[in-house]
């Protein structure tokens, strides 16, 4: 089991399973574009597109380039400095254990909601503006965009800057995670497809960041992304029942 634990939070491990994550979210984007009008996407997905557009790049092509050749930098950076074993039998457990944090994650995050607000109505159960194909695409992209915006790149970035300023390991981790945790749960209602602003939806999604951030911290990125996935695609699923 360790050994498990410690390979499945290596980059290699974590890029690699994440990989399928971005070609489905992809393969199913650009299945859902009809004509000249731009796919319907991911706001996290959008949001780092206009940021690389701002740098001169654009596309799909571009785009995923970017992420495919940093994934291969990380990798072999990794790959370096010690080796790292790969099995199929690692990627599977994995995948295992992030369906069951899927269906584990909702009961605990929506009691711990109720204890917070008691909230009189079940919370996310929003009639959705899009079909369930495009949900479940969405959800995916949710998984891979969401978690490299708000865990990898904002949490992580406000630890890197909150340590140079001084702050302890702690301060700056646990600082980390609120701020992230609130920019996420605002990002749900920016846009067209936002969700109505509902304080306890709002406060849901506060503390699933925190829990996306203590699992990307605790399993890595490729587990965070695809519990999130995941739970999304159930919920989804649920709604459409």
């Known amino acids: ?30 299945s859902m574009q009809v004509g000249p ?12 597109r206009m ?21 291969l930098v990380l ?35 929506s009691t711990a909601t109720y204890w917070v607000l008691n909230p009189p109505l079940p919370l996310l159960l929003i009639a959705p503006a899009l079909g369930v194909r495009e949900q479940v695409v969405l959800s ?30 702690r301060l700056a981790g646990i600082s980390a995670a609120l701020i992230s945790a609130v920019i996420f749960s605002a990002f749900h209602y920016i846009g067209v497809y936002g969700d ?12 699933a960041g925190l829990a996306f951030s203590a699992l990307f911290l605790l399993r890595g990125f490729g587990v965070a992304a695809w519990t999130h996935a995941l739970y999304d695609v159930f919920l989804t699923l649920a709604q459409a029942a």
Request: no cysteine.
């Open 196 to 207: 109505p602003w509902a304080l306890e939806s709002f406060t849901f999604r506060f503390l």
């Open 1 to 30: 089991m360790q050994r498990y634990l410690a390979l499945s939070r290596t980059h290699s491990y974590s890029l690699l399973f994440a990989l399928p994550l971005l070609v489905l979210y992809e393969l199913g984007a650009a």
């Open 140 to 169: 995916l992209g949710a998984g891979i965009y969401e978690e490299l915006v708000f865990r990898v790149l904002l949490a992580g970035g406000l630890f890197v800057v909150l340590r140079a300023a001084g702050a302890s390991r």
């Open 37 to 48: 009008d731009p796919a319907v996407r991911n706001g996290a997905d959008v949001l780092l």
């Open 51 to 71: 940021m690389l557009a701002a740098g001169g790049l654009h596309g799909t092509a571009a785009f995923t380039s970017v992420l495919l050749v940093g994934s």
């Open 75 to 109: 990798i072999i950076l990794e790959r370096r400095r010690r080796p790292v074993p790969l099995r199929l039998g690692v990627l599977f457990g994995m995948l295992l254990e992030s369906s069951v944090y899927a269906l584990l994650f909702g009961l605990v995050i």
